[in-house]
Protein backbone atom coordinates (compact mmCIF):
# COMPACT_ATOMS: atom_id res chain seq x y z
CA UNK A 1 0.00 0.00 0.00
CA UNK A 2 2.14 3.27 -1.20
CA UNK A 3 0.77 6.67 -0.84
CA UNK A 4 1.86 8.62 -4.82
CA UNK A 5 3.98 11.05 -4.45
CA UNK A 6 2.37 14.22 -3.70
CA UNK A 7 -0.84 13.27 -3.57
CA UNK A 8 -2.70 14.45 -0.44
CA UNK A 9 -4.62 12.97 2.47
CA UNK A 10 -8.26 14.75 1.58
CA UNK A 11 -8.00 13.67 -2.13
CA UNK A 12 -6.08 9.80 -1.36
CA UNK A 13 -8.99 9.09 1.55
CA UNK A 14 -12.14 7.42 -0.12
CA UNK A 15 -15.06 5.90 2.05
CA UNK A 16 -15.12 1.82 1.21
CA UNK A 17 -18.45 2.14 1.50
CA UNK A 18 -20.90 -0.45 3.42
CA UNK A 19 -20.57 -3.64 1.60
CA UNK A 20 -23.62 -5.86 0.79
CA UNK A 21 -22.70 -8.28 4.00
CA UNK A 22 -22.92 -5.55 6.21
CA UNK A 23 -19.18 -5.19 6.90
CA UNK A 24 -18.65 -1.50 8.61
CA UNK A 25 -17.18 1.10 6.20
CA UNK A 26 -14.00 2.27 6.72
CA UNK A 27 -11.35 5.10 5.23
CA UNK A 28 -9.09 3.56 2.95
CA UNK A 29 -7.45 5.84 0.07
CA UNK A 30 -7.88 4.52 -3.35
CA UNK A 31 -4.46 1.89 -3.11
CA UNK A 32 -5.25 0.62 0.21
CA UNK A 33 -8.81 0.33 -1.28
CA UNK A 34 -6.97 -1.20 -4.73
CA UNK A 35 -4.91 -3.54 -2.04
CA UNK A 36 -8.00 -4.97 -0.22
CA UNK A 37 -10.23 -6.18 -3.05
CA UNK A 38 -7.07 -7.44 -5.16
CA UNK A 39 -8.69 -10.41 -6.95
CA UNK A 40 -5.25 -12.20 -7.95
CA UNK A 41 -2.63 -14.29 -6.38
CA UNK A 42 0.40 -12.78 -4.04
CA UNK A 43 0.38 -9.06 -3.41
CA UNK A 44 3.78 -7.28 -2.28
CA UNK A 45 2.47 -4.61 0.25
CA UNK A 46 5.16 -1.74 0.42
CA UNK A 47 4.70 1.28 2.80
CA UNK A 48 6.42 3.42 5.25
CA UNK A 49 5.38 3.90 8.87
CA UNK A 50 1.77 5.78 9.42
CA UNK A 51 0.39 4.64 6.09
CA UNK A 52 -1.71 2.56 7.63
CA UNK A 53 -0.31 -1.16 6.65
CA UNK A 54 -2.01 -3.04 9.45
CA UNK A 55 -6.03 -1.53 8.49
CA UNK A 56 -5.27 -2.31 5.20
CA UNK A 57 -4.29 -6.20 5.92
CA UNK A 58 -6.94 -6.73 8.18
CA UNK A 59 -9.70 -5.14 6.26
CA UNK A 60 -8.59 -7.30 3.46
CA UNK A 61 -8.29 -10.09 5.77
CA UNK A 62 -11.96 -9.33 6.62
CA UNK A 63 -12.93 -9.19 2.37
CA UNK A 64 -11.69 -12.22 1.97
CA UNK A 65 -13.82 -13.95 4.44
CA UNK A 66 -17.03 -12.01 4.46
CA UNK A 67 -16.69 -11.14 0.68
CA UNK A 68 -15.14 -13.96 -0.61
CA UNK A 69 -16.55 -16.73 1.38
CA UNK A 70 -12.72 -17.95 2.82
CA UNK A 71 -12.59 -20.18 5.29
CA UNK A 72 -10.33 -18.90 7.87
CA UNK A 73 -8.46 -21.93 8.42
CA UNK A 74 -6.76 -21.06 4.89
CA UNK A 75 -5.44 -17.43 6.18
CA UNK A 76 -2.41 -16.68 8.26
CA UNK A 77 -2.01 -13.61 9.43
CA UNK A 78 1.99 -13.33 10.75
CA UNK A 79 4.18 -10.14 12.31
CA UNK A 80 6.58 -9.02 14.44
CA UNK A 81 5.64 -8.33 17.61
CA UNK A 82 3.00 -9.69 20.38
CA UNK A 83 1.75 -6.17 20.48
CA UNK A 84 1.04 -5.87 17.03
CA UNK A 85 -0.62 -9.66 17.01
CA UNK A 86 -3.56 -8.57 19.69
CA UNK A 87 -4.45 -5.58 17.65
CA UNK A 88 -5.11 -7.45 14.34
CA UNK A 89 -6.85 -9.42 16.37
CA UNK A 90 -9.09 -7.06 17.89
CA UNK A 91 -9.48 -4.94 14.56
CA UNK A 92 -10.19 -8.49 12.66
CA UNK A 93 -13.13 -9.10 15.54
CA UNK A 94 -14.64 -5.87 15.12
CA UNK A 95 -14.39 -6.25 10.99
CA UNK A 96 -16.66 -9.41 11.17
CA UNK A 97 -20.20 -9.30 9.96
CA UNK A 98 -21.44 -12.75 12.03
CA UNK A 99 -19.80 -14.51 15.12
CA UNK A 100 -17.34 -16.85 13.51
CA UNK A 101 -13.47 -18.17 14.46
CA UNK A 102 -11.24 -15.98 13.24
CA UNK A 103 -8.05 -16.69 11.05
CA UNK A 104 -4.36 -17.25 13.10
CA UNK A 105 -2.90 -13.84 13.93
CA UNK A 106 0.22 -14.62 15.63
CA UNK A 107 4.16 -13.75 15.70
CA UNK A 108 6.48 -15.53 13.29
CA UNK A 109 8.21 -17.40 16.74
CA UNK A 110 4.45 -17.85 18.31
CA UNK A 111 3.76 -19.93 14.77
CA UNK A 112 7.05 -21.60 15.12
CA UNK A 113 6.39 -22.99 18.69
CA UNK A 114 2.80 -24.37 17.59
CA UNK A 115 4.01 -25.79 14.80
CA UNK A 116 6.82 -27.95 16.82
CA UNK A 117 4.25 -28.19 19.13
CA UNK A 118 2.34 -30.11 16.95
CA UNK A 119 5.35 -32.23 15.89
CA UNK A 120 5.86 -36.00 17.15
CA UNK A 121 8.45 -34.73 19.52
CA UNK A 122 7.59 -31.53 21.36
CA UNK A 123 10.21 -29.69 23.14
CA UNK A 124 9.95 -29.69 26.65
CA UNK A 125 9.67 -25.73 26.86
CA UNK A 126 11.39 -22.38 25.72
CA UNK A 127 14.41 -21.72 28.57
CA UNK A 128 14.40 -18.07 28.72
CA UNK A 129 17.94 -15.55 29.06
CA UNK A 130 18.83 -16.42 32.46
CA UNK A 131 18.59 -19.99 31.99
CA UNK A 132 20.60 -19.21 28.77
CA UNK A 133 23.40 -17.90 30.20
CA UNK A 134 24.01 -20.54 32.74
CA UNK A 135 23.77 -23.32 29.66
CA UNK A 136 26.38 -20.91 28.25
CA UNK A 137 28.65 -20.85 31.33
CA UNK A 138 28.47 -24.83 31.50
CA UNK A 139 29.11 -25.03 27.87
CA UNK A 140 32.33 -22.59 28.53
CA UNK A 141 33.60 -24.79 31.25
CA UNK A 142 32.89 -28.41 29.20
CA UNK A 143 35.23 -27.12 26.21
CA UNK A 144 38.13 -25.89 29.01
CA UNK A 145 38.18 -29.20 30.66
CA UNK A 146 38.98 -30.55 26.87
CA UNK A 147 41.81 -28.22 26.70
CA UNK A 148 40.99 -25.35 25.09
CA UNK A 149 41.75 -21.59 26.31
CA UNK A 150 39.12 -19.80 26.33
CA UNK A 151 39.39 -15.86 26.67
CA UNK A 152 36.07 -14.42 24.98
CA UNK A 153 33.22 -12.85 27.80
CA UNK A 154 30.67 -15.13 27.88
CA UNK A 155 27.68 -12.55 26.94
CA UNK A 156 30.47 -12.51 23.70
CA UNK A 157 29.74 -16.27 23.05
CA UNK A 158 26.34 -16.23 23.77
CA UNK A 159 25.57 -13.35 21.35
CA UNK A 160 28.03 -15.43 18.59
CA UNK A 161 25.50 -18.26 19.12
CA UNK A 162 22.45 -16.27 19.05
CA UNK A 163 23.83 -14.56 15.46
CA UNK A 164 24.42 -17.69 13.77
CA UNK A 165 20.90 -19.16 15.12
CA UNK A 166 19.56 -16.37 13.43
CA UNK A 167 21.35 -16.55 10.35
CA UNK A 168 20.20 -20.61 10.47
CA UNK A 169 24.02 -21.70 10.58
CA UNK A 170 24.21 -24.91 12.39
CA UNK A 171 27.72 -25.67 14.63
CA UNK A 172 29.82 -26.95 11.42
CA UNK A 173 28.27 -24.23 9.19
CA UNK A 174 29.27 -21.48 11.33
CA UNK A 175 32.56 -23.06 11.60
CA UNK A 176 32.94 -23.56 8.16
CA UNK A 177 32.37 -19.86 7.25
CA UNK A 178 34.81 -18.43 9.96
CA UNK A 179 37.44 -21.76 10.32
CA UNK A 180 40.58 -19.30 10.10
CA UNK A 181 39.41 -17.24 13.49
CA UNK A 182 40.53 -18.71 16.42
CA UNK A 183 37.85 -16.95 18.29
CA UNK A 184 34.83 -18.34 15.85
CA UNK A 185 36.53 -22.38 15.99
CA UNK A 186 36.21 -21.86 19.83
CA UNK A 187 32.91 -20.41 19.93
CA UNK A 188 31.76 -23.20 17.24
CA UNK A 189 32.92 -25.56 20.15
CA UNK A 190 30.79 -23.71 22.69
CA UNK A 191 28.01 -23.31 20.44
CA UNK A 192 27.54 -27.43 19.51
CA UNK A 193 28.17 -28.09 23.32
CA UNK A 194 25.50 -25.80 24.44
CA UNK A 195 23.22 -27.33 21.38
CA UNK A 196 23.86 -31.18 23.26
CA UNK A 197 23.07 -29.44 26.62
CA UNK A 198 19.72 -28.39 25.68
CA UNK A 199 18.99 -31.80 23.52
CA UNK A 200 19.77 -33.52 26.44
CA UNK A 201 17.17 -31.41 28.76
CA UNK A 202 14.52 -31.26 25.55
CA UNK A 203 14.72 -27.63 25.56
CA UNK A 204 14.93 -24.69 22.79
CA UNK A 205 15.72 -21.26 23.53
CA UNK A 206 14.07 -17.98 21.26
CA UNK A 207 16.08 -18.34 18.37
CA UNK A 208 15.41 -22.12 18.29
CA UNK A 209 11.70 -21.85 17.43
CA UNK A 210 12.55 -20.54 13.81
CA UNK A 211 15.62 -22.28 13.65
CA UNK A 212 14.16 -25.64 13.92
CA UNK A 213 11.13 -25.11 11.74
CA UNK A 214 12.92 -23.88 9.18
CA UNK A 215 15.79 -26.43 9.57
Known sequence: ????????????????????????????????RRAVEYPG????????????KTRTLT????HLMNEKKVDPRHILAVTFTNKAA???RERLSSLM???????????????????????PVKPNGIIDEEHRRVLTAEAI???????????????????RIIDAKQQILDPVEFLELNHSNPDHRITANIYKVYQ???AIQGFCDYEDLIFNVVR
Open 1 to 32: VSNSAGQSASTAEAEAGKTKTGMPALKLNADQ
Open 41 to 52: GPLLIVAGPGTG
Open 59 to 62: RRIA
Open 86 to 88: LEM
Open 97 to 119: VRSQDLPMVATFHALCFKILNDQ
Open 141 to 159: RYVKAAGHNITLNPNRILS
Open 196 to 198: RLL
